[in-house]
Every structure is written in structure tokens, then in C-alpha cells.
């Protein structure tokens, strides 16, 4: 059954970093393009990142762009968002999500997605 456990959120400071992870089981994270996704309470949920699977391709919402990296290890068959200069309109909760091939703004066209993983910035 295809899968995923992310990891990394918290409570962090504005100008903070944080790192999720999503570690896939199932299926293989270089086979798929995976996104990381946000929403915040009231909020619509939103594409941050994306890495496409035959390409290495990376996306990124104009806003985080310079701030988050995506990046996929896949010995580890995982996917991370390192999250630098974080503010508090980053808060939300955080998902990853799996999808074939290319990387796509449209969120239906995601299979698999994580539980999600909180993310407050806050002083």
C-alpha cells in the first residue's frame, strides 16, 4: 500500500528553518513527481514545491521562492522541504503528495498524500 510519513514540523521563531521529510513506502519517490502543499485554517489548500520525477524539475509558489529548497534522496526514498527565512504567513499544515511523471499545479492530480505535519511561526 503506497504511503507516506512526514516528519519536521514545530514551533519556530520568524527568520527560523525547519526541515520536513516525507518518507514514501509502496512506491518509489523517483518515479513520481512529489509536491509539498500547505494549508492554513480557512485557507485553501496551496502547491509550495514540486519535484518532477523524470527531470529532476523543481517548482516553487513565487512566495517561498529563495526561502524553501525541495530536494529527494532516493536511497532514502524520501523527499524534503528545508524551509529558511520562515514568516508567520507560512504557518499551515503541511502535506506531501504523489502524482505520475511531471509535477502539476492541479491538486486532484495527486494520488497519494501524507497526514501532514503542523508548521506555527510565531514568536
Known amino acids: 500500500q503506497a504511503q507516506f510519513v512526514e516528519s519536521g514540523g514545530g514551533l519556530v521563531q520568524p527568520g527560523g528553518s525547519l526541515r520536513l521529510s516525507c518518507e514514501a513506502s509502496?512506491?518509489?519517490?523517483?518515479?513520481?513527481?512529489i509536491g509539498w502543499f500547505r494549508q492554513a485554517p480557512g485557507q485553501k489548500r496551496e502547491g509550495v514545491a514540486c519535484i518532477s520525477s523524470t527531470n529532476g524539475f523543481t517548482y516553487y509558489k513565487e512566495s517561498v521562492n529563495g526561502r524553501f529548497t525541495i530536494s529527494r534522496d532516493n536511497a532514502q526514498n524520501s523527499v524534503y522541504l528545508q524551509m529558511n527565512s520562515l514568516k508567520a504567513e507560512d504557518t499551515a499544515v503541511y502535506y506531501c503528495?504523489?502524482?505520475?511523471?511531471?509535477?502539476?499545479?492541479?491538486?486532484?492530480?495527486?494520488?497519494?498524500w501524507g497526514q501532514g505535519t503542523q508548521v506555527t511561526v510565531s514568536s
Open positions: 509502496g512506491f518509489f519517490v523517483n518515479t513520481y513527481a
Open positions: 503528495a504523489a502524482k505520475i511523471d511531471l509535477c502539476s499545479p492541479a491538486i486532484e492530480a495527486y494520488e497519494y
